[in-house]
């Protein structure tokens, strides 16, 4: 089970984190992620990390959002500094991909969403 929070309402501009907590296993030796689904939009890919610290981003948060994870607390963080309007969605934490996939079906564990609204 994966239980994601941190997502609230913020001007742009602001930071948040957001965290992902593993609970029933662990994902020592897997990929975690997260995710993000605007309204009206598919979900999209945010960003990943690999047990050795390995990261990935999409390019529309590359230099402003940042993935950790803490294998010793099961958990994932995604620090999103200089948050902008278009940042506003629910944001879902995953884990499960044997590789630094950027495929939803690729994850076989989700958490449920938090929502970051970035006012303008």
């Known amino acids: 089970q994966l239980q994601a929070s941190g997502g609230g309402l913020v001007q742009a501009g602001d930071s948040l984190r957001l965290a992902c907590v593993a609970s029933?296993?662990?994902?020592?030796?897997?990929?975690m992620g997260w995710f993000r689904q605007a309204p009206g939009k598919e979900r999209e890919f945010v960003a990943n990390?690999?047990?050795?610290?390995?990261?990935n981003y999409a390019d529309s948060v590359k230099g402003r959002f940042t993935i950790l994870r803490e294998d010793g607390d099961n958990t994932v963080y995604l620090q999103m500094n200089h948050l902008k309007s278009e940042d506003t969605a629910a944001y879902y934490c995953?884990?499960?991909?044997?590789?630094?996939?950027?495929?939803?079906?690729?994850?076989?564990?989700w958490g449920q969403g938090t929502q970051v609204t970035v006012s303008s």
């Open positions: 029933g296993r662990t994902f020592s030796r897997a990929y």
């Open positions: 990390v690999g047990w050795v610290g390995s990261t």
């Open positions: 995953a884990a499960g991909a044997d590789w630094g996939s950027r495929r939803e079906r690729d994850y076989g564990y």
